[in-house]
């Protein structure tokens, strides 16, 4: 069986694409140079437009919505009485006027200290046992395997890496006229 390459079916293709395309641009090049060739007439016909007959809704019937059903009021639920939160203990009230810019403040062994809050006592938890837990069994000493020693190799030379030559000039990528120099 023969074998078909692939450029001998992707060229055709290209190729009918690519005229396609350069015909649909030579008609629309033509087109367009019509339609700038041509002028419009000065006055246009004017189109006619029938009229239309006009058309009467008839009348809507009125909705009538059936009276709403008298709801008895509704009663406010009760709400939980909250807990009463202790007083918080009253500060001293400071005196602004004899406290002056100069003047230094008050040392804090001088003021005076606040009651500490008592906390409530937590209760106590009952004393559970412990539960036991059985013993692991004991497993054989197993001796450890032996493992054949691996043989010594001879130790491996540095490798030759290969280097250009030194007498082949390196190729410029530079014009001829910005490395050559007048003397």
């Known amino acids: 069986m023969a074998t078909l390459r692939f450029s001998t079916l992707v060229f055709p293709v290209i190729l009918g694409v ?13 087109n367009a140079r019509y339609l700038l ?5 000065e006055e246009l016909p004017k189109p006619e437009i029938p009229s239309l007959p006009n058309l009467e809704l ?11 059903p008298h709801l008895p009021p509704l009663e406010k639920p009760k709400l939980p009485e909250l807990p009463k939160l202790p007083e918080l203990p009253k500060l001293p009230n400071l005196d602004h006027s004899k406290i ?7 040392k804090l062994s001088e003021v005076s200290e606040l009651p ?23 497993l054989p000493n197993v001796p450890k395997p ?3 020693k ?4 001879p130790p491996l ?15 410029s990528f530079n014009s001829p006229h910005a490395t050559t120099t007048n003397p």
Not at 58 to 68: A, D, I, S, Y
Not at 157 to 171: A, Q, R, Y
């Open 18 to 30: 690519f005229m396609l395309m350069n015909f649909d641009l030579s008609i629309m090049t033509v």
């Open 37 to 41: 060739e041509t002028s419009l007439p």
């Open 58 to 68: 008839p009348p809507l019937p009125k909705v009538e919505l059936p009276p709403l």
């Open 100 to 106: 002056s810019k100069d003047s230094s403040l008050p």
């Open 116 to 138: 500490k809050p008592e906390l409530p006592k937590l209760p106590e938890l009952p004393n559970f046992p412990k539960p036991e837990v059985p013993k692991l069994p004991e």
């Open 146 to 148: 032996e493992l054949p």
């Open 150 to 153: 691996l043989p010594e190799l």
């Open 157 to 171: 030379s540095k490798p030759v890496l290969p280097s250009l030559p030194k007498d082949i000039p390196f190729p």
